[in-house]
């Protein structure tokens, strides 16, 4: 059965056949037919109207993180492209599954300079899994089903189709959609190699003082379960990357914490001193290792992923299985030895109690001066419970949420890693919230942070999306600021800000919204935000010097990570 | 550092619009600079090769091409030092026929390199020659005092002296994995 549609609505069927219910997009002239399509399709596909097209991709992103979905983002031909290449590049360090539709103008105008015409393939190339420039209707079925294949699967990414106007207007014959399920150029799931299962189950085995790192391919692959079990079995402590926190919950005795540049001491510290080192869906960020040289050199390592060029990119592997984080668990787990690591595991104990004295005491239960951020970040996670989903901006606001949050479930952070977007987090909160309303969605960013991105609010008060945001407000860009500090002679370079009165702007767009100055107003003004049904803003004036402790500095090694001001690590023993 | 090693990059890839710009990138990236460079279809039916050749270090080009690799439409990439390949490139040369007439040991020239006349007219001569860069550029030398108008070399074409046709392999096992599915 056959029947003649246009090219927008090939478009929307074949969206609406991949599954997919709810598009972040901003209209405009190149994209206009398929708007125009989108009229009828209300009761389908839910359209969020964003405010700024970075802001539909990180939102995008944002709901693809803690749904497992593909994120859809619909723009239109040149500003509209353009804007969404901090998305893109954010969504392809962070292995994000997104299809951007990037309206364009038609066939025959390409390449003449016409009104809004941009090379959005020449321009998306390097960031994205693949671009593709539809020009044709009858196309579109093909494209966009490559297009959901390519970016959902193997180390997911972001994919631009960049759909030509004429092709959105043109007639064609309808057949029906077919997933696609195969491309001969690519191998999402590679066979997991028995032989390299093996060899790296007898290295772990043998292992006296093995570390597992737990990264944001473990939550990708969903081997959450797997990853525990391992480590349980073979009685291993785990540290996790960034993105592979709550990957492994924050109470259970083998997590030891987070791993990088302000990771916890003691996985840090176990890094140069494991003899196995065993890493699983992560890529050895410069921010995790510091010093690649340096970095677990007394270690074999053994490298699982799904990205075979991540093997040796930047840390050479003693041994590696390629393949997906729970396929390969699944392979391993039956050939692991059940033992115990006792001596090893309680050799932890030092650098968890100097971190507790020396960093987390002082930041999450002061008693005096101005507040701090590691304690509103505490109370507000113990406020939020076990389902909370951590969103966070970037800079100190990032690091102090990451590290001072609670995780209980997997999927509990969306936060811009490897690229470090600031902007991210707002419209990322929004996407996050749509993605998992049943969850409370907790959102932290600082006030500069906030006013890159701060039109989303928008959305906020067009949608009724009941996102809690907490402003960390130190009036600096705090983290510049803090290496000006240690790095740069205390010269605050264009780091301090003059903010704007942030209750009034939130209750301009309709958003509840309080100022809390004190340690004596915290705890209520957590309560009437947990309580609110909607969405709710608390701006916190937290101490204006505030640091982020522990640090290595950038480039360089574990032990010479920085205590606290003028502090450097000393061990205990 | 490493020293610098002359590497032949081989990319088998469906022949689809934009990859030679995804390819190009990625040597950009890592600044590496192409210093020949040929692109035609293969023996596959649909599948080109390119032919890439840049100095790099062993653990630079092993990055590079497990990054080709990685894009969609690559089906397979490999790198070659010199002695793991036969390799040739044509080069072309226009010289005035007055004066190639006035060259005593013409014959002796072509006879030398083994070089080809294919066109001969009153005003100019095109030589043909085919060879390593370094033959051609002898030739060059050769006939440079006598006013070469135009001297230009093709890109490095390369075939392995492995037994083993690892492309045609994964062809025939990725027809399978289809098969298997549908």
Request: aromatic share 8%; with cysteine; glycine share 8%.
């Amino acid at each position: 059965m056959s029947e003649k549609i246009t090219g927008a609505e090939a478009l929307l069927r074949s969206i609406e056949a991949e599954g997919t219910d709810t598009i972040f997009g901003y209209p405009g002239g190149a994209i206009i037919p398929v708007f125009d399509r989108l009229y009828d399709h209300g009761g389908k596909l839910n359209h969020i109207l964003v405010r700024h097209e970075q802001g539909a991709t990180h939102a995008a992103q944002g709901y693809a993180r803690v749904s497992g979905k593909t994120g859809v983002v619909f723009v239109t031909s040149g500003p509209g492209a353009t804007n969404v290449i901090t998305g893109l590049s954010d969504a392809m360090m962070d292995s994000t599954p997104l299809v951007v539709i990037t309206g364009q103008v038609s066939s025959e105008s390409l390449g003449s300079d016409a009104f809004q015409e941009t090379d959005v393939i020449g321009i998306t190339q390097p960031v994205t899994k693949w671009s593709h420039q539809i020009r044709t209707a009858d196309e579109i079925a093909w494209a966009v089903s490559r297009a959901f294949y390519i970016a959902s699967t193997g180390r997911p990414g972001p994919v631009v189709l960049d759909f030509a106007k004429n092709a959105q207007n043109e007639q064609i014959e309808w057949n029906g959609y077919k997933k696609c399920e195969f491309i001969r150029s690519y191998i999402p799931y590679p066979e997991v190699n028995e032989d390299d299962v093996d060899a790296v189950a007898e290295i772990i085995n043998a292992a006296e003082r093995p570390l597992l790192v737990s990264g944001h391919g473990v939550m990708i692959s969903e081997a959450e379960k797997e990853l525990v079990e391992l480590a349980e079995k073979a009685d291993i402590p785990v540290a996790t990357t960034l993105l592979g926190l709550s990957t492994i919950p924050s109470a259970h005795p083998l997590n030891k914490g987070m791993l990088g540049m302000h990771g916890n001491v003691a996985p840090n510290m176990a890094t140069n001193r494991c003899d196995v080192l065993i890493a699983v869906g992560m890529r050895f960020d410069d921010r995790v290792t510091g010093d690649v040289k340096e970095f677990a050199k007394q270690a074999r390592v053994i490298h699982i992923d799904i990205d075979e060029a991540e093997f040796n990119k930047n840390i050479k592997a003693d041994a590696t299985i390629l393949g997906d984080a729970k396929a390969v668990m699944e392979k391993l787990l039956p050939k692991i030895k059940k033992t115990k690591h006792t001596e090893w595991l309680d050799s932890f104990v030092d650098d968890e109690q100097l971190e507790l004295e020396k960093v987390i005491k002082k930041e999450v239960y002061p008693i005096t001066g101005d507040l701090k951020m590691g304690e509103v970040v505490n109370k507000i996670s113990e406020a939020a419970g076990e389902t909370a989903v951590l969103v966070t901006d970037v800079g100190q606001n990032q690091m102090m949420s990451s590290r001072y949050f609670n995780y209980f479930i997997p999927k509990s952070i969306v936060t811009s890693g490897g690229l470090g977007t600031m902007g991210f987090g707002l419209p990322a909160a929004i996407g996050a919230k749509i993605g998992a309303p049943e969850r409370p969605v907790c959102f932290f960013v600082g006030d500069g942070g906030i006013q890159m991105t701060v039109e989303e609010l928008g959305v906020i008060l067009q949608y009724g999306v009941a996102v809690k945001i907490i402003i960390l407000n130190n009036n600096f860009l705090g983290m510049v600021r803090q290496w000006q500090d240690m790095f740069f002679n205390k010269r605050y370079s264009q780091t301090p800000m003059v903010n704007p009165d942030f209750v009034a702007l939130a209750k301009a767009y309709g958003i509840q919204a309080e100022d809390v100055v004190t340690r004596e107003e915290l705890d209520g003004a957590i309560k009437r935000m947990m309580e609110y049904d909607g969405a709710y803003v608390l701006n916190v004036k937290v101490e204006e010097e505030g640091y982020v402790f522990p640090m290595v500095p950038a480039g360089s090694t574990m032990i010479n990570t920085i205590i606290a001001p003028g502090e450097k690590y000393q061990p205990e023993n | 550092m490493e020293e610098k090693t002359l590497y032949t990059v081989t990319i088998f890839s469906e022949n689809r619009v934009g990859l030679l710009n995804q390819i190009s990138i990625i040597y950009t990236r890592r600044k590496l600079n192409i210093e020949s460079l040929s692109v035609s279809p293969s023996s596959i039916k649909g599948v080109h090769k390119f032919t890439i050749t840049s100095f790099s270090d062993r653990e630079t080009i092993e990055k590079l091409v497990k990054q080709i690799e990685k894009r969609i439409g690559v089906l397979k990439s490999f790198y070659y030092t010199d002695d793991e390949i036969i390799y040739q490139e044509i080069a072309l040369y226009k010289v005035p026929t007055e004066k190639l007439l006035e060259e005593p040991n013409l014959e002796k020239i072509i006879r030398k390199y083994n070089a080809r006349i294919l066109e001969m007219s009153r005003d100019y001569t095109i030589l043909e020659k085919t060879g390593h860069p370094e033959e051609t550029e002898a030739l060059f030398e050769d006939l440079k005092c006598h006013d070469i108008r135009q001297f230009v070399r093709s890109g490095r074409v390369a075939v392995t002296k492995d037994i083993n046709e690892y492309v045609t392999m994964f062809i025939e096992e990725r027809k399978r994995d289809k098969e298997e599915l549908m």
